[in-house]
């Protein structure tokens, strides 16, 4: 079946070599950025009690943890009250986000040599 028998998808071309390097780079990074997040809180003995020992040793602690959540729900918000070419480039935000920490602990990893 041809996937360009319809009119609507008349323009639709193959990625090229270029997108695709840059898809798997960005899917690298994610998942770089992932496992090191999973590392970093369950590794090592550490258990949800310690997160909230974390949580509550300091207001400073407690004070990033409500920015964050209020961070998050603005975004939220934020996003879904745009238009639809807007939110496109909104939501790649997070992508972005996930490919830095990636980066992050891949420096991380190869300068002390653990995540």
């Known amino acids: 079946m041809d996937p360009n028998q319809f009119d609507k998808n008349r323009d639709i071309r193959p990625d090229g070599a270029w997108q695709l390097v840059q898809a798997l780079i960005t899917v690298g990074l994610i998942i770089c950025g992932l496992i090191g997040i999973a590392v970093h809180m369950f590794g090592s003995g ?3 009690y310690d ?6 040793a300091s207001p400073v602690n407690t004070a990033l943890a409500i920015l964050a959540i209020v961070v998050v729900i603005g975004f939220h918000r934020y996003n879904s009250h745009i238009s639809n070419q807007n939110r496109r ?4 935000l997070p992508v972005y986000l996930m490919m830095l920490v990636g980066v992050y602990f891949i420096y991380r990893l190869l300068t002390t040599g653990h995540w």
């Open 89 to 92: 480039y909104a939501s790649n």
């Open 51 to 56: 997160w909230w020992h974390w949580l509550t």
């Open 46 to 48: 550490i258990t949800p």
